[in-house]
């Protein structure tokens, strides 16, 4: 009996440290974009948003890229925002930007901004919110347009 006792707290504590591991401040995003619109999560209640975190140098970021401007063009129920990081100068991102037909608004982002998310410290990362504005994925890597689509129909 003590046994399954003392299984079922290692269990509990597992999942309590888990939920602990969701950055609880990515909930509450403000982010300004390149154009100079500022975006909340509050401003998408009633779609799914996607955060993603990339640079131009990372090859899994440059291999989503497509599938992110897919999305954005046919998934009228997804607002994706990309944030870059780790770059020389503005007008470099606006030139990438533009070469990879980025039609998502884009986000300079820096320290400050990572912090309001918990965590960046692998390229790409997305963060995934459901259209009650609550945290359903955090994925370190690549996303592939399927993967996302499964996730904001409900499969695994």
């Known amino acids: 009996m003590q046994l399954l006792k003392n299984a079922v707290k290692l269990m509990l504590m597992t999942i309590v440290l888990g939920l602990a591991s969701f950055p609880a401040a990515a909930e509450n995003f403000r982010v300004k974009d390149l154009d100079g ?26 291999e989503e890229i497509p599938d992110l401007v897919v999305l954005n063009e046919k ?14 100068t503005e007008k470099e991102i606006l030139k990438f930007a533009e070469d990879n037909l980025m039609s998502y608004p884009i986000v300079l982002g820096d320290d400050a901004t ?40 409900g499969k695994k």
Not at 44 to 60: D, E, M, S
Request: glycine share 6%; with cysteine.
């Open 37 to 62: 619109k500022t975006h909340t999560l509050a401003d998408y209640r009633g779609k799914w948003v996607l955060v993603n975190f990339w640079a131009t140098w990372c090859p899994p970021c440059l």
């Open 114 to 153: 990572v912090k309001q998310f918990g965590t960046a410290e692998v390229l790409p990362t997305t963060f995934l919110y459901n259209p009650r504005g609550k945290l359903v994925k955090l994925h370190r890597g690549i996303l592939t347009k399927k993967q996302i689509e499964n996730l904001l129909d």
């Open 75 to 88: 998934r009228k129920d997804l607002v994706i925002i990309g944030i870059a990081l780790d770059f020389k």
